[in-house]
T-cell receptor, first 114, second 114 residues
Framework: AQSVAQPEDQVNVAEGNPLTVKCTYSVSGNPYLFWYVQYPNRGLQFLLK??????LVKGSYGFEAEFNKSQTSFHLKKPSALVSDSALYFCAVRDHTGFQKLVFGTGTRLLVSP | EAGVAQSPRYKIIEKRQSVAFWCNPI?????LYWYQQILGQGPKLLIQ????????DSQLPKDRFSAERLKGVDSTLKIQPAKLEDSAVYLCASSLDGSSYEQYFGPGTRLTVT
């Protein structure tokens, strides 16, 4: 079965510093990978996706993610963090079996301090 | 473009009572999803509709949960009777069709069962 793992429950970073939120995946076949962000009392918002092509994927709000096949990772990055980036971040993979549902990780809380 | 609408936003019920959630997807979106997000976990797909037909309900506890999407637009998710472990946020999402990579999420309904 397809799955993703987010090894960190929380990531703390100071405003202006680069941030990385980690995600590793386990899939059979080619992975379709996603990042979503969830702000308090709001639904998930799509940030970016990797389907094929360049390993560096650019998304919304200045976020990008690097697909690394040898390390089976899809880490989310941003060169300079903002306090407003503080939120819950979910990595997800599309299940190639059945009806191709999204399988989410457990989430990583990002806290950006002023 | 209006987003995915859900109501109510919050609901508190006692165990063994029944509850219903409503979702209105983005206009023109054929695929509708219901997810359950338990605190500290990622969203888990409960049921997926393509127009008004169910395509995946493998993770729906059918002894107490039911869902319908009449006329292929709005959808309701019902729990009867509720258990304490049903306390969660119930998220509705929609996409253009089942092969679309991007799902758009509503704000969710936070259910507390006491």
């Amino acid at each position: 079965a397809q799955s993703v793992a987010q090894p960190e429950d929380q990531v703390n970073v100071a405003e202006g510093n680069p941030l990385t939120v980690k995600c590793t995946y386990s899939v059979s076949g080619n992975p379709y990978l996603f990042w979503y962000v969830q702000y308090p009392n709001r639904g998930l918002q799509f940030l970016l996706k990797y389907i094929t092509g360049d390993n560096l994927v650019k998304g919304s709000y200045g976020f990008e993610a690097e697909f690394n096949k040898s390390q089976t990772s899809f880490h989310l990055k941003k060169p300079s963090a903002l306090v407003s980036d503080s939120a819950l971040y979910f990595c997800a993979v599309r299940d190639h079996t059945g009806f191709q549902k999204l399988v989410f990780g457990t989430g990583t809380r990002l806290l950006v301090s002023p | 473009e209006a987003g995915v609408a859900q109501s109510p936003r919050y609901k508190i019920i006692e165990k063994r009572q029944s509850v219903a959630f409503w979702c209105n997807p983005i206009s023109g979106h054929a695929t509708l999803y219901w997810y359950q997000q338990i605190l500290g976990q990622g969203p888990k797909l409960l049921i997926q509709f393509q127009n008004n037909g169910v395509v995946d309900d493998s993770q729906l506890p059918k002894d107490r949960f039911s869902a319908e999407r009449l006329k292929g637009v709005d959808s309701t998710l019902k729990i009867q009777p509720a258990k304490l472990e049903d306390s969660a946020v119930y998220l509705c999402a929609s996409s253009l069709d089942g092969s679309s990579y991007e799902q758009y999420f509503g704000p969710g309904t936070r259910l507390t069962v006491t």
